[in-house]
C-alpha cells in the first residue's frame, strides 16, 4: 500500500492564481481531511470529507474548496491564492473519525 | 473551546538519557487522544493513540500514558534517531477535527 500520496510536493503560485492540491488514498478510507500547518502553529482543519460526496467545513475553510467524487480522491482547490495560504499542507484519511488518521508527506505551497 | 499545550517546546537530550514529554488538555468529552512524530519535511507519523484514562500503550522506546487532564509520553535510554517533533492531538467528536498541540521538538545527541 502506497498510504495517503499528495501531488505536487512543492509549489509556487503568483498572488490571484488558482491551483489544485491532490491526495489519493489506498486504504479504502472512509474519512479524509485537509490541513494546513504554519510554524509555531498546530496543525488546523480546512476541509474534511466523510464519504463519496459529503465534504464539510473545518476550522479554517475560507480560501478553498473541495470535492470527493471517489472514496480515493479528495482535491483541495485554492481560489484566488493569497500570500497568507503560504503554508504547508497535509492530506489525511482515517477508516473512522475516531481512529487514528495517516497523513501524508504534504506539498509546500509559496504565494508571492 | 478544546485547547492543548504541550511542554517543553524544544527538549535536548543526552543519547541514553531518558525523559518525559507532556500534552495538557482542556476539552469537554475526550474521544480519544493521539501521539505523532514527525520528522523535518515530512508529514505526521502516527505512533499511539489512548482512550481512557489509566491507559498505557508502548512502542520501542515510547510509552504514552493517559490522565484526566494530560498525556505523558515518555522516552526511555533515547537514540539520535528519536530526535523529531513529537505531536499531540485531541479528538471530542465536535466537527469531526483534531485539535493538535504546536509540538516538542526533540533532539537526542551523542
Known amino acids: 500500500n502506497a498510504g495517503v500520496t499528495q501531488t505536487p510536493k512543492f509549489r509556487i503560485l503568483k498572488i490571484g492564481q488558482s491551483m489544485t492540491l491532490q491526495c489519493t488514498q489506498d486504504?479504502?478510507?472512509?474519512?479524509m481531511y485537509w490541513y494546513r500547518q504554519d510554524p509555531g502553529m498546530g496543525l488546523k482543519l480546512i476541509y474534511y470529507s466523510v464519504g463519496a460526496g459529503i465534504t464539510d467545513k473545518g476550522e479554517v475553510p475560507n480560501g478553498y474548496n473541495v470535492s470527493r467524487s471517489t472514496t480515493e480522491d479528495f482535491p483541495l482547490r485554492l481560489e484566488l491564492a493569497a500570500p497568507s495560504q503560504t503554508s504547508v499542507y497535509f492530506c489525511?484519511?482515517?477508516?473512522?473519525?475516531?481512529?487514528?488518521?495517516?497523513f501524508g508527506p504534504g506539498t509546500r505551497l509559496t504565494v508571492t | 473551546e478544546d485547547q492543548v499545550t504541550q511542554s517543553p517546546e524544544a527538549l535536548r537530550l543526552q543519547e541514553g538519557e531518558s525523559s518525559s514529554l507532556n500534552c495538557s488538555y482542556t476539552v469537554s468529552g475526550l474521544r480519544g487522544l493521539f501521539w505523532y512524530r514527525q520528522d523535518p519535511g515530512k508529514g505526521p507519523e502516527f505512533l499511539f493513540t489512548?482512550?481512557?484514562a489509566g491507559e498505557e500503550k508502548e512502542k520501542e522506546r515510547l510509552k504514552a500514558t493517559l490522565t484526566k487532564k494530560e498525556s505523558f509520553l515518555h522516552i526511555t535510554a533515547p537514540k539520535p534517531e528519536d530526535s523529531a517533533t513529537y505531536l499531540c492531538a485531541v479528538f471530542t467528536g465536535g466537527g469531526n477535527k483534531l485539535t493538535f498541540g504546536t509540538g516538542t521538538q526533540l533532539k537526542v545527541e551523542l
Open positions: 486504504m479504502n478510507h472512509n474519512y
Open positions: 489525511a484519511s482515517s477508516y473512522k473519525n475516531t481512529y487514528e488518521q495517516y
Open positions: 489512548l482512550y481512557s
